[in-house]
């Protein structure tokens, strides 16, 4: 897409790059994580996003009748996330890399991982995090939120929205202190109503941009309102958190300031195509890596394998720093996987629109 238009905006799809880029980061110097723990923050910041696109999409087709934009709206967000995740999954699976392949095709992969924190059963599981593309228990998360979460906004009066969206945040935030004084060794961050606060924070943002006027507070002065929370909970509460997946599985004690951050960092970037980091991130590689980014993130894991694969069979392939080549590949296979086999699908979205059509007057 050429131009901004009311549902999506380019530096929405650059910001998702480089949230991306920090996990790519993260999962490559897992062994010196300690040093850029923070980037972990990611995850819940794909997920403040998330929550906040999706609700726009909601507010946007509020009027359009319920069974008409609902049966529109899950029929596109399966052709947009099920092909490229079930053909993933598959192929692991056929090449003998998926153990447990029920949790995965279930979309429950985050339960699992829940379980086996109970029993002392992770030991197999993380010692293999790579081969077992861990990361996908957050792609169960967000399908388990899209799954319930549109139903449930249209039963809520558009009046009293906010109010529960505060009251769910509160029992998010609730829950999340219990699992920490009465089962802290749980990894109780891969459920949905834990790690869910951030995509409610996502949905109550775009509520409030719904209702609220337009504030005389520069991008500029939010923007740095956001930096200068989050730079001081890395510095005053960041120290003693960096235990090896502490900071995504158990998550601290401040992790609803980190997501108003990310919420006003996204409201900040959604406001103003002019802010110029609103422009830095709509330029267009960053862009086309946005719209890509599903794929960058679903199969970035499995360069890992790839990338040492081909250095065997192509010397010259070892003057090449590590981290790049895994990155270049890990570009190479989504913009495949994009342009072949997404993008295609994608078009199918067409009959599928979430207006209803126009009859021909007779």
């Known amino acids: 897409m050429g131009s901004q238009t009311a549902s999506r905006k380019r530096q929405m799809d650059g910001l998702r790059f480089f949230a991306f880029l920090s996990i790519f980061i993260c999962h490559y110097y897992i062994k010196n994580l ?29 009027h359009v009748p319920r069974r008409h934009f609902l049966v529109s709206f ?14 993933f999954i598959t192929v692991l699976l056929l090449l003998g890399r998926l153990q447990d392949p029920a949790w995965y095709f ?35 998360v967000e399908e388990q939120f899209y799954l319930i979460y549109p139903a449930l906004f ?19 935030c609730l829950l999340r202190f219990w699992f920490r004084i009465f089962m802290p060794y749980a990894y109780y961050g891969t ?21 609220m006027r337009e504030t005389r ?35 601290q004690r401040v992790h609803s300031l980190y997501l108003l951050a990310f919420t006003v960092i ?53 003057s090449v720093p590590v981290i790049l080549l895994r990155l270049g590949l890990t570009v190479i296979l989504a913009s495949l996987s994009w342009h072949l086999f997404e993008s295609p699908l994608n078009n199918l979205k067409r009959f599928f629109p979430y207006r209803e059509r126009q009859r021909d007057a007779v």
């Open 34 to 62: 300690k040093r850029i723990w923070f980037l972990t923050y990611a995850v819940p910041l794909f997920f403040v996003l998330s929550g906040f696109l999706i609700t726009h999409i909601l507010l946007e087709y509020e």
């Open 74 to 87: 899950y029929a596109r967000r399966s052709l947009r996330i099920f092909p490229a995740y079930y053909l």
């Open 106 to 140: 279930s979309y429950t992969f985050n339960m699992k991982i829940f379980l086996l924190s109970l029993h002392g059963g992770l030991d197999a599981l993380l010692k293999n995090w790579q081969q077992v593309n861990i990361h996908l228990w957050t792609l169960c």
């Open 154 to 172: 249209f039963l809520i009066p558009s009046r009293s929205r906010l109010r529960w969206f505060a009251l769910l945040i509160a029992a998010s």
């Open 191 to 211: 459920l949905l109503p834990v790690c869910g606060e951030a995509l409610l924070w996502g949905g109550a943002a775009a509520c409030a941009r719904n209702k």
């Open 217 to 251: 507070i520069s991008s500029w002065a939010w923007m740095a309102m956001a930096a200068a929370l989050i730079l001081a909970l890395i510095v005053f509460w960041g120290r003693g958190n960096t235990k090896l997946w502490a900071l995504q599985f158990r998550v």
């Open 266 to 318: 996204v409201l900040t970037l959604w406001n103003d195509d002019r802010f110029l980091l609103s422009r830095i991130l709509a330029w267009g590689p960053f862009y086309y890596l946005g719209k890509i980014g599903y794929g960058l993130y679903l199969y970035h894991l499995s360069t890992w394998d790839l990338a040492a694969w081909l250095t065997e069979r192509v010397p010259a392939l070892e």
